[in-house]
């Protein structure tokens, strides 16, 4: 009867237990999924996992147990949201090392505390040693393992700091390693305890008190490297995106320095034609003298077409938006967009051109890119697509509005609340970030939404500025 006591309680605690891992299973992998709901039931399908083989009637090893709920968790990750397999995998491995860890942490813990506390209680009756065995249950395996696993999720997390992104080969292997490492140092250390019991017949926990001390040390040691490992991925990862995002606004700054050489040149010729304005003047006058009508009609109508010959194809009210539209109008048309432009610059000395560049080149060249993107996918390059580019002002507000055809879905980074770039690789998506830093320098901000515009669907991206 007694015993039967025992297997309840400890298939109950197994529940509890296996429940609360799936539920810091759900709090680790819930950043790197696209939605909420994909994490419960990861930890779901964990749970269900863990359940099964708890209860199964064939025994099957710890480390096989946790390492299949680890594969279960990468395939309900990978199978419910489809990219960065690797940053997944690399979910799933640390989850499985880490789940190992604490449980042996646990086993240490309690058997220390469980030999300190037979020096002081001693249970005379049966049932106070089922209660004395709740008890201790309960605080080591149960309170003490979720409060380490918890802890040690969320503060992987906040070293890792970014989730959800593009993770190379070489970045999961640096990643991975350390857990890995710890797992399989671990199983060695259970491995020469096995043949060390088997040859002398003795434990060697009961031989050496401070065997356990020294693996618990381990353990910890193994966790701290993973979380340094991680913190420093993340400081170098911060900094490589700082260099790229430098060399994109120096590569802007050279467009931009381009523009005003385009423009100087322009200034220089008008400035030119003024200066020939006199002999231009004089030289109809003698021929109207001489009575060559035609012929000063002829020489008007030519310094008429000089006079008023613009070189760019957009009239925006500022010299160097003109030379970006006329530049990009030509780039879409030589492949096959059609572009639709009202576009008017702000008429006030708060506004700096080379912000309004920023915002035009990077929305622009994201239009460009995805329409040709979709084009590939579909593998038809004459589906008609359009550019429409929006500008209004409206008192102190000024809002531009970018709009080009687009079929894809338009997933959303919780963090920044900015689209998830759909190119491959590292080193995207700061066309996005630096159009919302301009917009937040001028105390603005972003909006990009799917919308149906004449019939199509399409992708819109608003800016909007506050102008004094």
């Known amino acids: 009867m007694e015993q039967t006591y025992y297997n309840i309680f400890y298939q109950i605690d197994a529940v509890c237990s296996t429940l609360i891992i799936a539920y810091c299973c759900v709090v680790w992998t819930k950043p790197f999924l696209n939605h909420k709901r994909k994490a419960w039931l990861t930890g779901g399908a964990y749970a269900m996992t863990m359940l099964v083989l708890n209860f199964m009637p064939w025994y099957i090893s710890g480390m096989l147990a946790h390492l299949a709920g680890a594969l279960m968790v990468f395939a309900v990750m990978s199978l419910t949201d489809r990219k960065y397999f690797l940053q997944k995998l690399f979910v799933a491995v640390t989850f499985f090392c880490l789940r190992w860890q604490i449980l042996r942490i646990v086993i240490y813990c309690n058997n220390i505390l469980d030999s300190n506390l037979m020096l002081y209680i001693t249970p005379k009756y049966d049932i ?3 209660l004395y065995t709740v008890f201790l249950t309960v605080i080591s395996y149960d309170i003490f393992s979720f409060f380490l696993l918890y802890n040690a999720v969320r503060s992987i997390l906040w070293s890792y700091g970014r989730k959800r992104e593009y993770m190379g080969g070489k970045e999961f292997l640096l990643l991975s390693m350390p857990s890995l490492l710890g797992t399989v140092s671990y199983g060695v250390i259970r491995y020469y305890d096995y043949i060390y019991q088997r040859d002398l017949e003795k434990s060697i926990y009961t031989l050496h008190y401070s065997h356990d001390l020294l693996l618990m040390l381990f353990t910890f040691l ?15 990862k911060t900094k490589q995106e700082e260099d790229r995002q430098r060399e994109i606004f120096s590569a802007q700054m050279a467009d931009l320095q381009s523009h005003i050489n385009e423009m100087e040149q322009l200034y220089r010729d008008m400035r030119s034609l003024r200066h020939d304005m006199g002999n231009h003047l004089m030289t109809i006058k ?28 957009v009239n925006s009210g500022n010299p160097v938006t003109d030379v970006i539209l006329s530049a990009r109008k030509k780039e879409m048309e030589d492949k096959g967009i059609a572009f639709s432009c009202n576009f008017h610059y702000p008429i006030t000395k708060t506004v700096d051109s080379f912000d309004i560049s920023i915002i035009l080149n990077n929305a622009l060249s994201n239009a460009i890119e995805a329409i040709e993107r979709e084009r590939s996918d579909a593998g038809d390059s004459r589906n008609p697509v359009r550019v429409f580019l929006f500008s209004e002002r409206r008192k102190n507000m000024y809002l531009m509005e970018i709009t080009n055809s687009y079929k894809g879905a338009l997933e959303t980074d919780e963090q920044s609340g900015l689209p998830l770039s759909t190119k491959s690789g590292e080193g995207h998506g700061f066309g996005l970030s630096s159009i919302r830093h301009v917009a937040r320098k001028y105390l603005g901000d972003v909006e990009i939404k799917k919308e149906q515009v004449e019939g199509e669907e399409c992708c819109v991206l608003r800016v909007m500025l506050q102008l004094a």
């Open 128 to 130: 106070y040693w089922f």
């Open 286 to 313: 003698q021929l109207y003298d001489q009575g060559e009508y035609e012929a000063a009609q002829q020489y008007t109508d030519k310094l008429n077409d000089e006079m008023t010959y613009t070189p760019f194809d």
């Open 222 to 236: 193994s966790f701290a490297v993973i979380l340094v490992t991680t913190y420093v991925f993340r400081q170098w």
